[in-house]
């Protein structure tokens, strides 16, 4: 449990966050099926990217230099079949990509994880990987733990009911180890970072609309620089944004706007935001400014969702200090995460003052209303302990949160950071 206070003081600080979780998550998978070394700079060294590490040495990558900044990764790019249950931990990115990869190891690979990845809906890769020819077997209801058998399988084309770039990862990693192209139509565009990485590591993806399409081959490694996490950044410009007199600047932010819905609608709302973009390759990035308090209500659709799906809760909050009434919807998806995103806010938020209504897919917030302290408990989360922590800085009173260690799945220096901003003390930003 760790107490929390408001601040009393705004600030103007830059405050650095750790490279992006879907980028190096990627960059670490896709060392497997790479023939070389795989340099990655600047990684996010956290419990979750950890998980794909844990698992591409399971199927023979070498790891040949691990540091805070950097991690090199050898293959030959032929998968072996790991002699033991791999386990993905809490992290959904692993365990879905994986079974892409699976797809092509002639040999059983098993995957299992915590409590929470083992309710996590895996039906919507293993219905798509049985139909190029994978044999897996899951838990009653399409849960993990999973057992696939791949090698051989051919392609096909797929029509994903739901918007979710890991399930449309998953496919495309299969395709590379299929007998003939697999295509993937979103029915919204999400995180197009695999279309992206592929590419550059020489495989042939053709992007047409909403439709991607892999063939099959082998892939080189490469060097990757990777940007700052934006779902990372969003704590802090949310921190920044939900009370007057405070302004951040976010250096090396990775710019992709199939990551930077959650940006455009805190401007939606009032808040100002100053872009400067200082490269593209290999994905877009630059500096972000955010300053100026949120003011008016928003409506947010399901269209705007997959932009910024894990920086929903954050609008949420947001919208508690805003004029009239916000209408959040078409985030069903927040219930199948790595908690019930949905009620988890609404419990936390509401426990601390706030008036708000859980929709199915979404919430109705009335504001503005003050906050309290209160205790609350981020349910094993990492996301909803991070929300929870940037609610006590305008919340009157103090706030115990139960589950604050849970930051170590996605950002492990996440309190550090936040001490020394509310403190005025100088940390390694
Ligand atoms: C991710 C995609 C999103 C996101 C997750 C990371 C990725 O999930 O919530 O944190 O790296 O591809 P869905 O694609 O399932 O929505």
């Known amino acids: 449990m760790v107490e929390l206070t408001a601040?009393?003081?705004g600030f103007n600080r830059q405050v650095r966050v750790p490279g992006d979780?879907?980028?190096t998550h990627r960059a670490i998978l896709f060392s497997a099926v790479a023939h070389g070394d795989m340099e990655i700079e600047g990684w996010l060294d956290a419990a979750d990217t950890r998980s794909s590490l844990g698992l591409v040495q399971a199927l023979g990558v070498q790891l040949v230099e691990s540091s805070a900044r950097r991690v090199v990764l050898r293959s030959s790019g032929l998968l072996e079949e790991p002699s033991a249950v791999i386990d993905c931990g809490n992290s959904g990115t692993t365990m879905r990509l994986a079974t892409g990869l699976a797809a092509g190891?002639?040999?059983l690979v098993v995957l299992t994880g915590d409590e929470s990845l083992v309710r996590r809906p895996m039906q919507r890769v293993i219905d798509p990987l049985a139909q190029l020819g994978v044999t897996v077997l899951s838990?009653?209801?399409g849960y993990a733990p999973l057992a696939l058998r791949g090698g051989r399988h051919r392609?096909?084309?797929?029509?994903?009911?739901?918007a979710s770039a890991q399930v449309k990862s998953a496919l495309l990693l299969a395709g590379l180890s299929a007998d003939e192209a697999v295509s993937v139509q979103e029915p919204t565009r999400s995180r197009?970072?695999?279309?992206?990485?592929?590419k550059v590591m020489g495989a042939s993806v053709n992007v047409a609309g909403l439709r991607t399409t892999v063939q099959p081959g082998r892939l080189n490694a490469i060097g990757f620089d990777v940007p700052g996490d934006p779902s990372a950044a969003a704590f802090w410009c949310a921190l920044a944004a939900v009370a007057p007199d405070r302004v951040v600047t976010v250096p090396n932010l990775l710019f992709n706007p199939t990551r930077t819905g959650f940006f455009r609608v805190l401007q939606r709302m009032g808040s100002r935001l100053k872009w400067e973009e200082a490269g593209q390759v290999p994905e877009p990035w630059g500096t972000l400014t955010v300053s100026g308090m949120v003011q008016q209500a928003i409506v947010v659709e399901a269209a705007e969702i997959p932009a910024m799906v894990d920086e929903v809760p954050l609008l949420a909050l947001l919208a508690t200090q805003c004029e009239g009434t916000s209408v959040i919807g078409g985030a069903g998806e927040l219930r199948v995460k790595e908690s019930d995103r949905i009620r988890v806010t609404t419990e936390i938020l509401r426990t601390m003052g706030a008036k708000i209504e859980e929709q199915p897919d979404g919430w109705v917030i009335e504001g503005p209303t003050p906050l309290h302290g209160a205790a609350v408990d981020g349910r094993g989360d990492h996301r909803m302990a991070m929300l929870a922590a940037v609610a006590a800085?305008?919340?009157r009173g103090h706030t115990q949160l139960t589950g604050e260690d849970s930051v170590r799945i996605s950002y492990p220096r996440f309190f550090e950071q936040y001490w020394a901003l509310k403190n005025g003390t100088s940390s390694r930003f």
Request: charged share 15%.
């Open 21 to 23: 979780k879907s980028l």
């Open 7 to 9: 601040w009393q003081h």
């Open 155 to 162: 392609g096909g084309q797929f029509v994903l009911p739901v």
């Open 139 to 141: 838990r009653g209801g």
């Open 393 to 395: 800085t305008v919340a």
């Open 105 to 107: 190891v002639a040999g």
């Open 192 to 198: 197009d970072h695999t279309e992206r990485m592929l």
